[in-house]
Every structure is written in C-alpha cells, then in structure tokens.
C-alpha cells in the first residue's frame, strides 16, 4: 500500500497563477483533509471532505477550492496565487473522523513569488 | 483558532534522558491524539486517548490525560536520536475536525 501521496513534491508560482494539488489514498478511507503549515502556527486545515462528493470549510479556505470527485482522491486548488500562500501543503486520510487516526502524505512545499 | 498548544516550543535532551512535553486546550473533547513529525516529512500518528481514559501507553511513550485541567502530556522514556521530531497534539473538534498545537521541537544528543 502506498498510503497517501501527493503530487507534486515542490513547486514554486508567480503571483496570480493558479495550480492545482493532487492528493491520493489508497486506504479506502472515507474522510480527507488538507491542511498547511507555517512556522510556529502548526497545522491549520483549510478544507475537507467526508465522503466522495463532499467538501466542507475549514479555519483557512480563502484562496482555495477543493473537489472530491473520486473517493480516492482529494484536490485542492489555488485560483490567484499570493505570497501570503506560500506553505508547506499537507493531505491526510482517516477512516472515521476525530475519532480515529490521520494518515499523512509528504507534503508539498509551494512558494509563491 | 487552534485548540491544543503544546508546551515547551523546544526541548534538548541527552541520549537515554526521558522527555516530556505537555499540552493544553480550550474545550471539552472527546479524544486527544499525538503525532510525530520528522523533518521535512509527514505526521505520524502515536496514540490516541480517550476522554475516559487516564493514561495509556505504547512501547516507550506514556500519555496522560486530566480533563479537569484541559491538559495531557508525552512522555518519551530512554530517548534515542531516533526521537528527533517535532511533536504535537491534536484535540478533536465538532464536525470530525482535528485542532492542532504548534508543536514541541525534540532534540536528542548522542
């Protein structure tokens, strides 16, 4: 089992374009998040999805649009990219909710000029 | 806003030493979790403990849980260089969310 990946691994934008992250789970697990992480904030969840079809806000979604056509997979989307947005990216998967464990990709390191 | 904050920011421990790294929250919860994060890597899950639960353990770490205080802590005994991570907690929220702290830095020195 791969578990959870993320495309790409880096990236770095110029101010107004847009991109999109892939996330993919091979776990089977209903729930997923996307999250990112900046210096001495933690982690901070910008949308999620619990189940195929949904998607839902989390404390961050300005700036970011998601979509979970497949089960397995979780995008999300930066329309106008802004320096502001300059993170690492993180996808995590879980099987129920806060009640059970995050599995975590890599992470994607974007930077935005 | 986050949840949990963990408490120190950063911790430098000699090989063998034990470590400990509390964390505290807002709200009442459910369950709290604790997580592992090696450099330039993705979390890792370590444990998960239940609102009705004490204490719990797993190979070399113990967590504790004091709802009365809205505080839980790790504890890493015999540290390895291994341990070298960042660590953090993370508190459930309403609507199947997670809330984490900033984390606790880890240091082990050989």
């Known amino acids: 089992n791969a578990g959870v990946t993320q495309t790409p691994k880096f990236r770095v934008l110029k101010t107004g374009q847009s991109m999109t992250l892939l996330c993919a789970q091979d776990m089977n697990h209903e729930y997923m998040y996307w999250y990112r992480q900046d210096p001495g904030m933690g982690l901070r969840l910008i949308h999620y999805s619990v189940g195929e079809g949904t998607t839902a806000k989390g404390e961050v979604p300005d700036g970011y649009n998601v979509s979970r056509l497949k089960k397995q997979n979780f995008l999300l989307g930066l329309e106008s990219a802004a320096p502001s947005q300059t993170s690492v990216y993180f996808c995590a998967s879980s099987y129920g909710g806060s009640f059970y464990e995050q599995y975590f990709g890599p992470g994607t390191r974007l930077t935005v000029t | ?110």
């Open chain 2, 1 to 110: 806003s986050q949840q949990g904050e963990e408490d120190p920011q950063a911790l430098s421990i000699q090989e063998g030493e034990n470590a400990t790294m509390n964390c505290s929250y807002k709200t009442s919860i459910n369950n709290l979790q604790w997580y592992r994060q090696n450099s330039g890597r993705g979390l890792v899950h370590l444990i998960l403990i239940r609102s009705n639960e004490r204490e719990k353990h797993s190979g070399r770490l113990r967590v504790t849980l004091d709802t009365s205080k809205k505080s839980s802590s790790l504890l890493i005994t015999a540290s390895r260089a291994a341990d070298t991570a960042s660590y953090f907690c993370a508190s459930d929220m309403v609507d199947y969310k997670l809330s984490f702290g900033a984390g606790t830095t880890v240091t082990v020195r050989a």
